[in-house]
């Protein structure tokens, strides 16, 4: 297996895109934009509404003037209309100025609106994006473990209380519950149906109705097997709705499979009673995010919530942080980096003041039109395709693009020591809602030699992820085999090696981006997050002493 290079992740933001690339939902930069197109809309609709309110203002004068005419010439109709004057103006109103009035009336004013909407429309969301979003919002209430209420309120760990938020609507909840519903995904639907419902008892008005909550929340109770209370909840929905059908069936239905199960209790021995008590504790423990394909996932959810391994003081005590000039580097002897242990096995170092302020806006410039849904290699072929467990945005700079480029490559090579000269482009990348990248490896394992086919270069040697901004909550990178968790600082880089000095692989270096709770993830003054630069780097070899 040839031996090359180092992998990283920078994320940024995108600001302009094509209507082709859509994936609105993985990328908060790109999302950025739909602000500024929907603030365009709402000022070409107040302009509608004031078109609008000046013809019926026109309209008003008229029909008021008409209304004093009118009054005094009914008292007197024949002395009235004995005046010529008023006899050729009522022979002039009736034949021209009502047909005017009637064209102003008939007048659309909302040429304009429209226009301007059909040609925004075709940068709108789709309804991928707009599930995509609605299973971020639960991916983060199962991650950092917040309850439906706190994600109604907006009141999240680590919120500005200086930026507006918008409380979610009963129409909200329920389009949450609603998606969870068509993934058969009951649990989630029992919780957000729940919230509507509260939010709908605590008086709020809504265009949902209380019968169609409670009939998705009473079946999505029953799917979980709990008889009674979906039974309840089926009676509570027929005192609204005595005729409706579905719920006058599961009625029966509950019922009848409650005297059932009632009867079968009754004739159970005392062992029997026993053994069904607690394998109802045991089913009431496993309820809950049905079981998914990631073995790690309880472990991978800890650390994201900080919940992580901490080091024996004995460990610690071998942590240090410290200047290093690289082996006496000529760039770095007088001003050496500064150099912090994160974790000894596998090693883990930070490397602070990595980017300037202006370097992390220079290579966001660059970024910004090229972003594209990131993908990741496919084991068996190589092929790079996207994938469900990695919602962000990716661009690819090269050297020559900017002198920027060429000088982060070179600081790289000048404080690793690894040769750059084969390396992958720079991978700019921006999470999207709830963004992260499920625990993986960056090195090709031996069951996987097309790992790299398209990228057309060899396996990892180490990764080098540079992070962009602060991020107020969420967005660690954790590694999930030893229980270590780094967390975001700007400017700074943290760097590890993938492959022992034999080349095999370091199964310890598994790690994953955790979903950012709080915060848009490109480092400009009023954004609150931004997550890693990534690169790969490429080399013919370990560098000495590997």
Avoid at 114 to 124: A, G, H, K, M
Avoid at 166 to 194: Q, R
Avoid at 400 to 424: M, S, W
Wanted: with cysteine.
């Amino acid at each position: 297996m040839e031996l090359r290079g180092v992998c990283c992740v920078l994320l940024t933001c995108l600001f302009y895109t094509s209507s082709a690339d859509k994936d609105f939902f993985t990328s908060i930069g790109q999302m950025t934009d739909l602000l500024y197109t929907e603030k365009d809309l709402v000022t070409s609709l107040k302009d509608y509404i004031r078109a609008e309110e000046d013809k019926l203002e026109q309209v008003k004068k008229w029909a008021e003037k008409l209304d004093v005419l009118s009054a005094t010439a009914t008292q007197d109709p024949e002395g009235f209309l004995g005046h010529p004057v008023n006899a050729f103006k009522l022979m002039k109103r009736l034949n021209t100025e009502w047909g005017e009035l009637e064209s102003l009336v008939l007048k659309d004013m909302s040429d304009g609106f429209i226009s301007n909407l059909t040609i925004q429309r075709q940068y709108f969301p789709n309804d991928d994006d707009q599930t995509g979003a609605a299973k971020a919002l639960m991916r983060l209430q199962d991650t950092y473990r917040l309850d439906t209420h706190t994600i109604s309120s907006g009141e999240l760990p680590g919120t500005n209380k200086d930026v507006a938020m918008s409380p979610m609507t009963v129409e909200d909840c329920f389009e949450l519950g609603k998606i969870a519903y068509s993934d058969a995904d009951y649990y989630h639907t029992e919780l957000w149906m729940e919230q509507a419902l509260k939010q709908l008892d605590g008086g709020e008005e809504s265009t949902v109705d209380m019968v169609t909550i409670l009939d998705y929340l009473s079946y999505s109770i029953y799917q979980q097997g709990e008889l009674e209370r979906a039974l309840d909840y089926t009676k509570r929905l027929l005192k609204l709705d005595s005729a409706h059908q579905r719920a006058n069936g599961n009625l029966k239905y509950f019922e009848y499979q409650l005297a059932k199960q009632n009867k079968v209790e009754a004739e159970e021995s005392q062992k029997e009673k026993e053994k069904r008590e607690r394998e109802k504790r045991e089913a009431s423990d496993k309820k809950g995010r049905p079981a998914d394909y990631l073995p790690e996932r309880r472990k991978y959810e800890q650390l994201c919530r900080g919940e992580g391994i901490k080091m024996t003081p004995r460990r610690q005590s071998r942590m240090f942080c410290r200047y290093s000039d690289n082996n006496h580097h000529p760039l770095y002897v007088l001003g050496p980096v500064k150099q912090e242990d994160e974790w000894d096995r596998p090693r883990i170092i930070r490397y602070h003041d990595i980017l300037s302020n202006s370097e992390i806006e220079k290579v966001k410039e660059l970024a910004k039109p090229r972003l594209r849904r990131a993908t990741i290699s496919n084991p068996i072929t190589g092929v790079l395709e996207t994938a469900h467990y990695r919602i962000s945005k990716s661009a690819w700079l090269t050297a020559y693009e900017d002198p920027v480029v060429d000088k982060i490559n070179q600081r790289i090579e000048d404080i690793t020591g690894l040769n750059v000269k084969t390396a992958e482009e720079l991978q700019v990348a921006n999470y999207g809602v709830g963004g992260q990248y499920e625990p993986h490896f960056d090195f090709g394992r031996k069951d996987e030699p097309d790992a790299f086919k398209e990228l057309g270069t060899g396996n990892r040697i180490a990764t080098w992820l540079i992070y962009m901004s602060d991020v107020p909550s969420g967005g660690a990178t954790v590694f999930t085999d030893v229980g270590a968790a780094v967390w975001p600082k700007k400017g700074s880089a943290v760097f590890w090696y993938n492959l022992f000095a034999s080349g095999e692989g370091d199964y310890s270096t598994r790690h994953a981006a955790c979903p950012v709770l709080v915060g848009n993830k490109w480092g400009e003054p009023t954004c609150l997050s931004l997550h890693p630069i990534s690169y790969t780097l490429r080399t013919s070899g370990l560098p000495r002493g590997q």
